[in-house]
């Protein structure tokens, strides 16, 4: 745990406690007064009414939308299923920034909704809820399908035979075994909606702000630290709540079930209604998910002299983007991508030894470093990304200039999908294992290198890929650290659309097309190699 711990330490949590410090400390002395200050402010508690309001709305319109398609997908075995099921998981490895720059080229000014019958959903709140439905649709089909799919059919067959119609055999077996990863989906929707920046910031416009969002704009635009500190110590306290809660329902859900093999509970669709309502789900992934994406490829070769590539050939000028960039903005995909892998390999380390040590330790302190682990998650990316710069900024830690602040940023949002990913799979290792190779004579690391590995070898490999996709997505704590001669291509995108013009446009969307490809492609690895089907991220 101590390499773990260390990195938590002097990357997550000293960066966070010294934004805190600063904005609460005057003269030496702390100043709670201002959390009431801040809190007491109109503008602050609409704020804050807005990011729980609009969660909440989030949460419920994603799991109305989203529940038919878990059944679907958990219940019945049709052509393209797999593939399917990966294109809906599709926007939940994309970064926020691309989501809410499909979402723009779809509902925005001379969008699709726009150039068909004049109407502009961007700068409102439907635009955010549609937006956050598409990126966490794939939450609740991964989480609650992937339990559905292993809940024993018969018994709510069994129920039918004593009597019970199809709605109360279903109400009063499934339901009730469905509750936990149900309510887990919910507050994992809740937590990703809560803590919105990129969808809202694109989209919102100056009508809407979350904590993120008013976090960043306190601390990069108003440099007013005292009021970024209690916002990030709101948001702290709301995120730990909600972990809490996502524990707890974890705990109850792997307890409480005996499930069986996935595979005997598919079957093929019978009927006009099953027909009926997987071409229904298969509708709404193509309206929902595929439209807005296919929008936003034609957006990038829409150029002015036609279809073309003319967008992405600007991409390569150094004069590309009106100054914005010290380099060619094509530039940004070999830098996200080294950066990306960067953080892939520091995320393995970290998490992969964290896994192990949730594994071999038990008790209280081990589980509250479980948690711990999910904070970044959580916890606002614009408050560790502005940390980064005013306390990596002394030897021995003097980072500001170097090119690893990008990656260990990147790396604190990927350790808790490494450690996700593998522990599961850990856990199922047979200790007794270990125990032979030491008995006959394997030091910890040969019993490690030939036990353990080959059986983690695939989670490893899952668990890099998904750390590999959301650091090229990430962009909260990148913003403040990438340096303008090697941005990523997250910052790039959103400093393409902070600038007029048709070329800057066109070429965020060819930037935001490049990442969207690169991500879908990790993904559809990821889904080849994948072994487990428990739903899990």
Known sequence: MAVPVAFFAVFF?????????????????????????????PDILHILWFTTWQACASTGLTL???????????????????????????????????VGTAFLALLGRGGLLDQLWGVRLDT?????????VFFNYAVVVRTVGGLWAQLDPRQEEAARVLGASR?????????????????????????????????????????????????????????????AAVLTLVQFAAVGAILALHAWT??????????????????????????????????????????????????????????????????????AGGGTFLVPPVDAIWNSVRYALAATGIALAVGGLAAAALTRRAG??????????????GVSAVTVGFGFLITLDKPPLDLRSSWILVPLAQALVGVPFVVRTMLPVLRAVDGRLREAAAVLGASPLRAWREVDLPMVRRALLVAAGFAFAVSLGEFGAT??????????LPVAVARLLGR??????????????????VCAVSLLVLERIRTDRSGEF
Request: glycine share 10%; proline share 7%.
């Open 479 to 488: 913003v403040f650290i990438a340096r303008p001669d090697n941005p990523t």
């Open 124 to 132: 409102t709140v439907w635009a955010i809820l549609l937006a956050h």
């Open 250 to 319: 974890v705990r109850r859900r792997e307890s409480a079930l005996s499930l069986v093999d996935p595979a005997q509970t598919a079957r093929r669709p019978r009927g006009t209604g099953q027909w009926t309502l997987v071409g229904g789900v298969i509708a709404v992934i193509a309206v929902l998910i595929l439209l807005p994406l296919g929008v936003l490829v034609a957006r990038s070769l829409d150029g002015p002299g036609g279809y073309g590539f003319a967008f992405y050939r600007a991409l390569q000028s150094q004069g």
């Open 167 to 227: 709605f109360a055999a279903w109400r009063r077996v499934t339901l009730p075994a469905l509750t936990p990863a149900v309510a887990a989906a919910s507050l994992m929707v809740f937590l990703f909606t809560f803590t919105s920046f990129g969808v809202v910031q694109i989209l919102g416009g100056p009508t809407f702000s979350t904590l993120e969002v008013e976090i960043y704009r306190e601390t990069a635009e108003l440099l007013d630290l005292p009021t």
């Open 13 to 41: 949590a000293y960066p966070v406690a010294a934004i805190v410090g600063r904005g609460l400390k005057a003269g030496g002395t702390w100043q709670f007064g201002r959390i009431g200050d801040v809190l007491s402010q």
């Open 364 to 377: 209280r302190l081990v589980r509250g470093f479980d948690a711990l682990l999910m904070l970044p998650l």
């Open 500 to 517: 007029a013009g048709e070329l800057n446009y066109g070429q965020a969307m060819a930037l935001s097309t490049i990442l969207m490809l």
């Open 64 to 98: 109305l939308i989203a529940l038919p398609g878990a059944y679907v997908f958990a219940r019945f075995d049709f052509p393209g299923k797999q593939l399917l099921r990966a294109v809906a998981t599709v926007p939940f490895v994309l970064p926020t920034v691309v």
